[in-house]
């Protein structure tokens, strides 16, 4: 019996060490001083292997004023991050709808879940399926 959990432990620890999350990254250059939109994040985007501490895929979207030239920016990011980066990133959206901006967030746990849908398709998709299923429950 005893051989049975060895076994089944050693088999459960070589599955999860062969496995790694990858996720899709496109994150705006660093010098860019205009909008980085979704067309833009789609072409630039490549498949990233998460680090170990990095268990979601996250897209986020963002529409904030800029004062400079009177025009509202819309951002895309998508990037490999931890459960507490994406808390984090989840509070950010939050201060910039507060602000009178717009963001929206997607953090996913599958591999490359954070393919090149609009991410607020995505949550849109995600409250429609849930709506229904309450219904027809």
């Given at each position: 019996?005893?051989?049975?959990?060895?076994?089944?432990?050693?088999?459960?620890?070589?599955?999860?060490?062969?496995?790694?999350l990858e996720c899709y990254r496109c994150v705006e250059p660093a010098l860019s001083h205009g909008p980085y939109?979704?067309?833009q994040c789609r072409q630039d985007q490549v498949k990233q292997t998460c680090l170990g501490n990095e268990t979601k895929c996250l897209t986020r979207r963002y529409k904030t004023y800029n004062s400079l030239n009177n025009e509202f920016e819309e951002r895309y990011?998508?990037?490999?991050?931890?459960?507490?980066?994406?808390?984090?990133?989840?509070?950010?959206?939050?201060?910039i709808n507060a602000l009178g901006?717009?963001?929206?967030?997607?953090c996913c746990n599958t591999t490359l879940c954070n393919s090149a849908t609009d991410v607020s398709f995505t949550l849109h998709f995600k409250v429609v399926s849930i709506m229904f299923t309450m219904i027809h429950l």
């Open positions: 019996m005893q051989g049975i959990y060895i076994t089944l432990f050693l088999l459960l620890a070589l599955i999860d060490a062969g496995y790694s939109s979704f067309a990011r998508k990037k490999c991050l931890s459960p507490e980066e994406c808390d984090q990133e989840a509070i950010l959206c939050e201060e901006g717009e963001c929206d967030i997607s």
